[in-house]
């Protein structure tokens, strides 16, 4: 089991979370952290405002679909995202909350968000938990930063107005034998990923042994994994761990399991170019190309079905 690190006391002694969280992900790729400030009404509330989104009749869903959009924002239909290399799509449905830019900033790669009406307060509720996980995001890459010797800040600039997601995740009750599972094994593009956990079990990561471990949190703890553009960016020193969500056992087959993941992003146009520090002649450079995060986010969109 991976121990909970505790943000609030690592605020009294960085180099400490640093150290831990920086272990953490350097062995699983994965951390478990608590104490992370985010109250649990606005948890909770976003949690019931996706419960009431997928409960809408999918004629109704359906109208909040964005063509030509990959999924970025809106709604995306059961049965589209497929993990790249499997021959049948997930088992799961989703909405998308991305960045609502400043006046006067625009980044043409971002799509505007899509307005849910029939729903009073969904926007503003499921956008105060983008915000309070995009905050608490800023203050993992701060470990993370100190961890591989850079400056405390050096994230800041490169993720304030990225292009990151909130996903609302809805994995219906499954029936008979499913073709596919909720969610094939797979990494995440972005830079770090925060997953607030779901009341049904499932998720596990793929340890370096070849077993797959249960990712089972306390209640009330966040789920931090290290995404493919931030693999990249340290030259595998901080390592993107296949994971995967299981169909459930017979006897909570008949549940569904929601879930919200944020994505936390790059901006678009920041060149993702492998850190001197993290070359050595134990570790030659990977990645001798550098890629922008919008490029490398298209490539993998098409990957896993969601962008032509």
């Not at 109250?39 to 949690?47: E, I, K, S």
């Not at 359906?62 to 021959?87: C, L, N, S």
């Not at 909405?95 to 971002?110: A, E, I, K, Q």
């Amino acid at each position: 089991m991976i121990e909970p690190i505790s943000i609030a006391e690592g605020s009294e002694n960085k180099a400490k979370l640093a150290r831990d969280l920086g272990e953490c992900f350097a062995r699983y790729g994965f951390a478990v952290i608590s104490d992370h400030g985010i109250p649990a009404p606005v948890v909770d509330t976003a949690f019931e405002r996706t419960r009431q989104f997928f409960a809408l009749p999918e004629a109704v869903k359906r109208k909040y679909a964005v063509p030509g959009g990959a999924g970025q924002r809106g709604y995306t239909p059961f049965g589209i995202e497929t993990a790249k290399g499997a021959d049948r799509p997930d088992l799961k449905e989703f909405w998308h909350v991305g960045r609502n830019m400043p006046p006067g900033l625009v980044d043409p790669s971002m799509l505007p968000n899509v307005p849910m009406p029939e729903i009073g307060d969904f926007d503003a509720k499921t956008y105060q938990l983008f915000q309070a996980l995009d905050a608490l995001g800023m203050s993992v890459l701060e470990g993370v930063a100190l961890y591989l010797g850079l400056p405390a800040n050096y994230f800041d600039d490169k993720v304030e107005y990225g292009n990151s997601i909130l996903r609302l995740l809805h994995y219906p009750p499954v029936s008979g034998k499913p073709s596919g599972v909720r969610a094939g094994a797979h990494e995440d593009i972005n830079v770090i990923t925060l997953l607030l956990g779901a009341e049904e079990a499932g998720l596990q990561l793929l340890d370096r042994d070849g077993k797959w471990l249960d990712v089972d949190p306390p209640p009330g703890c966040v789920v931090v994994n290290i995404g493919d553009m931030l693999q990249r960016l340290t030259n595998h020193v901080l390592p993107s761990t296949t994971h995967r969500v299981i169909n459930p056992t017979p006897e909570r087959a008949a549940f569904p399991r929601y879930s919200l993941p944020f994505f936390q992003h790059f901006a678009s146009d920041f060149l993702i170019e492998t850190l001197p520090a993290c070359i050595s002649a134990s570790r030659p450079n990977r990645y001798p190309v550098p890629i922008t995060a919008d490029d490398y986010l298209k490539e993998r969109l098409a990957e896993i079905k969601l962008k032509t």
